[in-house]
Structures are given as structure tokens and as C-alpha cells.
């Protein structure tokens, strides 16, 4: 069910706006995907009778896209768990069978499909590959998914969805100490022959400091700190 506070006079103006802003831009997303637009309508008109009835709106993502998130999961062990690493702390190469085999490792984070499907869906996306000597190799430490894969639709969106959880936070937080990090830096005269460099050091500073990130939650993480009640985090980051 949706549940709407009292808005204040003060701020409905621009509640207003935000709300132009953000169901135009989606239209206007789902249009470039090659929706029709009776089809977006349809949904709209869907969106609002439910929205009118005091109904729940749930959000159902697909199979496809739970898999995404389940084989990430999958290589957040190969690279992390003390089963899968060497002494150095890289991912090592995997039997398919054995104690810690492979097949072992996808079972535990997928358990209700089977080993060769999931090992098809990360060979198409060059995630692990088998070697001559039968063993499998991590060939990226992170899933990820873009043109032609359509999940990354399914994924772009669920992202935009977290960062307006966020932005709604921060915005009710009095306190600006307490406030998530949620900010932008800019320039307006940047020369046109240095956007790619500056593309691929926002990229090369971006992918450094979420593996930096990455190792402090994997340091505190309840497997490996014995802190009581625990609950997932997560961090997610785009350049420019």
C-alpha cells in the first residue's frame, strides 16, 4: 500500500515538480528501450487505479535478473571465501566436482537450477571459462551485464529506484551528519578533448575505491566478526 504523508504548502510546489520530472524521464526511458507507448500508458493507467484504490504496488523482478544477482553472489565467493582463494588471496582455479569444486559453489548461492545452466550463463558473459586441464578460471571479478544482455534494463532500473530511496532519506534526515553520501562535482569548462581521460580516470578511481569498499565489508562481515544482529549492505556507484 502506498502511503502518503501530509504534504506541507511549502514544499508541494516542488513535490510537483519532482513529480514531472521523474514520470516524464521514466516515459521517456522506457520509450528509448523500444516500448510502445500504448503499452507504457496502459501500465501507467494501471499504476494509477491501483495507486487510487489505496492498493499495494509491488515491484516483481524476473528470473533472468535474479540470476544476475545470484551468480554475483557466486563470484563474490570465488574471489572472497578462504575455500576458493590462494594463499595471495586470488580467486584459484575450480575442478567441477570435488569439496570445493565449482559445482559446490554454484549450488550454495543457486540451488534451484542446474550447474550447466548457470555455468553456460556466465561462459556467454566471459565470467569463468574451462581450461585445457579441465579446471575452470575466474576470468572478472565482478558480473557485469550491458548491450546486448536485456537484464541490464531490469538492473538500471532497480539502481535508479535505490538512488531515490536514497535521495528521500537524506532529504527527511535533519541531521546532515547522518545523511548518505549523495553529491556531484562539476565543472562548466572542461575542454572537449578531455572528456575521454576524464572518463577513464573517474572509472580507474571509481572501480579502485569500491574494491576498497568491497574489502572493508568483507572485513566486517558477520562470517568474520562476531558483532551479534547483522543485516546486508551494499554500495553502488556511477561515473560520468
Not at 39 to 59: D, M
Request: some cysteine; charged content about 30%; hydrophobic content about 40%.
Amino acid at each position: 500500500m502506498v502511503r502518503a504523508k501530509t504534504i506541507d504548502p511549502s514544499t508541494e510546489s516542488f513535490a510537483l515538480i519532482a513529480q514531472d520530472v521523474l514520470l516524464s524521464g521514466a516515459v521517456l526511458f522506457l520509450g528509448r528501450t523500444g516500448l510502445p507507448p500504448n503499452t507504457i500508458a496502459a501500465k501507467l493507467r494501471c499504476l494509477a487505479e491501483a495507486l487510487e484504490a489505496g492498493k499495494r504496488i509491488r515491484t516483481v523482478h524476473s528470473a533472468e535478473y535474479d540470476l544476475f544477482v545470484n551468480v554475483s553472489g557466486a563470484v563474490h565467493d570465488w574471489t572472497r571465501s578462504p575455500d576458493y582463494t590462494d594463499s595471495q588471496g586470488e580467486p584459484m582455479p575450480l575442478s567441477l566436482r570435488g569439496r570445493r569444486g565449482l559445482s559446490g559453489l554454484i549450488r550454495n548461492r543457486i540451488p534451484q537450477l542446474s550447474v550447466a545452466h548457470v555455468l553456460r550463463w556466465m561462459r556467454i558473459r566471459g565470467i569463468a571459462r574451462r581450461r585445457k586441464d579441465g579446471r575452470y578460471v575466474l576470468l572478472q571479478r565482478a558480473v557485469l551485464v550491458g548491450y546486448p544482455d536485456p537484464v541490464y534494463l531490469e538492473w538500471a532500473a532497480t539502481i535508479a529506484a535505490q538512488h531515490l530511496t536514497t535521495a528521500i532519506e537524506n532529504w527527511e534526515e535533519a541531521d546532515p551528519n547522518d545523511r548518505h553520501l549523495d553529491r556531484i562535482a562539476r565543472v562548466f569548462n572542461l575542454p572537449e578533448r578531455e572528456i575521454q581521460r576524464f572518463r577513464d580516470f573517474a572509472k580507474k578511481r571509481a572501480k579502485s575505491w569500491l574494491e576498497e569498499i568491497d574489502n572493508w565489508l568483507e572485513d566486517h562481515d558477520a562470517r568474520n566478526v562476531d558483532s551479534g544482529e547483522s543485516k546486508p549492505a551494499s554500495m553502488s556507484m556511477g561515473t560520468w
